[in-house]
């Protein structure tokens, strides 16, 4: 394999064009997206864990669209062809060293089989781990005194009410000054919500997404067991660039961002709306969630337009810059 030939074959290989077989077929698709993002998913989950750098995450995710692209193998052949190469008289062992020539010398073009106009469902519950089922219903699940009643004065606050507070950025206090002002049902509310374990304060940084009104429509019009969410069509050509060591900035164009309470596991019931606002996503989040996994899709659910959720994550590493962002 040393031979002078066998090493022309090698740097023939590595100057091949990069070459694409039925971009149409899957490239473009929302199957492409939904692989795509499944892969991203839990290879983010990896990186928190293992706590990758920026450069070690990248080339996994280089790794995964190969993978995803079947090796490249189709794509080697093809490319050869269009050159006038054969392989009559090349051994499987120098036409694998070739492949993979090809293969290295390509990698850092992978990226442009995820067109910049690719988007994909992609949810965050903040603070899950995105991996057990059960801790996402037992712990963020909505919960009521009585069966499937979300009457304010009947829901148990839990970790459900403080991440969809901290989503909103609404404080506790706020809310419950809000429920004390409409009758004894929100005075009761007040009552359960007394313990300090439920105080949520709002971050002065960030600007108020939720109103405490909108809050408890949120509350009431949910269901029980759904979870606080984030929903968006996430460019996914953006999501693979992103500095994995950064946070997230998520809006719309329409600078909206589409929160709630939301059951993606029993029957997809709850309640979601776009508001005017943006999230900052932790460098350290794992509670993703996409179509692939997600069984009751957003879009299914609610028949919403995906082009008004479409989102491009643009990486904050100041307050200054989430400012210029807003």
């Known amino acids: 394999m040393n031979s002078k ?10 100057a091949l064009p990069a070459y694409c077989i039925y971009p149409d077929d899957y490239h473009f698709s929302d199957a492409w997206a939904d692989k795509l993002i499944a892969g991203w998913i839990s290879l ?19 790794d995964l669209v190969i993978e995803l692209s079947e090796g490249w193998e189709a794509e080697f052949l ?6 006038g190469m054969t392989f009559d008289c090349v051994s499987y062992e120098v036409q694998e060293k070739m492949h993979q020539a090809y293969i290295q010398a390509n990698r850092e073009r992978a990226f442009d089989l995820i067109p910049s106009s690719l988007h994909g469902e ?27 009643s979300n009457y304010i004065e009947e829901v148990q606050p839990g970790r ?47 600007p108020t997404v939720l109103s405490p009104e909108e809050v408890v429509s949120i509350i009431e019009n949910g269901y029980t067991w759904a979870v606080p969410m984030a929903h968006a069509q996430i ?61 009751w899709s957003i879009n299914k659910v609610y028949g919403i337009v995906k ?7 643009i990486e904050v590493t100041t307050i200054d810059t989430i400012s210029v962002a807003a």
């Open 5 to 14: 030939k066998h090493r022309k074959y090698i740097e023939t290989a590595k």
């Open 122 to 148: 992609l949810c965050w519950v903040p603070g899950w781990n995105g991996v057990s089922l059960d801790e996402l219903m037992d712990e963020f699940g909505q919960r009521s005194q009585r069966y499937n």
């Open 307 to 313: 082009s008004y959720f479409k989102v491009t994550p």
């Open 235 to 295: 460019n996914v050509r953006a999501l693979f660039e992103h500095d994995c060591t950064k946070p997230m900035f998520w809006s719309t164009a329409q600078g909206k961002v589409h929160i709630g309470l939301h059951d993606g596991v029993l029957n997809g019931a709850g309640y979601m709306d776009a508001y005017d606002g943006y999230l900052v996503v932790p460098a350290n989040a794992t509670g993703f969630a996409g179509e692939a996994r997600w069984h």
């Open 78 to 83: 093809e490319a050869a062809r269009q050159e």
């Open 160 to 206: 459900w009410l403080i991440e969809l507070l901290k989503l909103g950025n609404c404080s506790s206090e706020s809310l419950r000054a809000y429920c004390m002002a409409h009758g004894a049902e929100g005075r009761i509310f007040v009552e359960h919500t007394a313990d300090l374990r439920w105080k949520v304060e709002a971050d002065p940084q960030r």
């Open 44 to 62: 983010k989950r990896v990186q928190v864990e293992s706590k990758w750098d920026n450069a070690r995450f990248r080339d996994a995710l280089i």
